[in-house]
């Protein structure tokens, strides 16, 4: 079983478009994170939820509005969708919000806006 | 806020050899160290960790090494293989928050 797991793997799209990428992990864990990865593969956090709560909101377009509807869930939807928003997505969780925890990937969303 | 720099970009080694990535960060309170491996077309997974509280820590092939006073730690691969070949990340966080601050990332070339 995928601990994180992530839908579509891959996204193509328009600019302009509407669209969601979601993310769901079976570990139990309370702590769930949006983050982003360009096409130098610099990683940086975007948003961070414990037990459906915002605790982390980098500065993100208001475009992007991360949805926890359980702590077992953490959905990303994007207005509007940029060219610079092409990018690899991926969803974290970890066992809580402490920064000794470890921190679980899934396998990304690559969305490239056309 | 913390910066995390990473060097080097890329290393590319003969199997067998050994390599060495290094990271420094900024903000003296960070007291929490883990390094991630990223296959191709796969998510960051963690290796190894250091807390602050311990200078050195060996898991098999896998070292890392922490100095707190010069605030740079780096992770050791021994006896590499082609598998180890992968982009590596270094990141620092305070233990209070996960907030896990990333180092731009080392591309490991591992040459059979």
């Known amino acids: 079983d995928t601990a994180v797991s992530q839908t579509p793997k891959y996204l193509v799209t328009q600019m302009g478009n509407d669209k969601s990428i979601k993310c769901e992990q079976n570990?139990?864990?309370?702590?769930m994170y949006w983050y982003k990865q360009d096409s130098k593969k610099f990683l940086k956090i975007m948003f961070s939820?414990?037990?459906?709560?915002?605790?982390i909101n980098e500065t993100v377009p208001n475009r992007f509005s991360p949805k926890s509807p359980d702590k077992a869930h953490l959905n990303l939807h994007i207005n509007s969708l940029e060219l610079g928003d092409s990018a690899v997505y991926f969803c974290?969780?970890?066992?809580?919000?402490?920064?000794?925890?470890?921190?679980?990937f899934g396998a990304g969303t690559r969305l490239s806006v056309l | 806020g913390e910066n995390v720099e990473q060097h080097p970009s890329t290393l590319s080694v003969q199997e067998g050899d050994s390599a060495v990535i290094k990271c420094t960060y900024s903000d003296s309170a960070s007291n929490y160290f883990p390094w991630y491996k990223q296959e191709l077309g796969k998510g960051p997974q963690l290796i190894i960790d250091i807390r602050s509280n311990v200078g050195e820590k060996k898991d098999q092939r896998i070292a890392v090494t922490l100095n707190k006073t010069a605030k740079h730690f780096s992770l050791h691969i021994t006896e590499t293989q082609p598998e180890d070949s992968a982009v590596y990340f270094c990141a620092a966080s305070k233990g209070s928050q996960g907030n896990l601050i990333f180092g731009k990332g080392t591309k490991l070339s591992v040459k059979p």
């Open positions: 939820y414990n037990n459906k709560e915002l605790i």
């Open positions: 570990l139990g864990h309370d702590t």
């Open positions: 974290a969780s970890s066992q809580d919000f402490l920064a000794k925890n470890i921190q679980y």
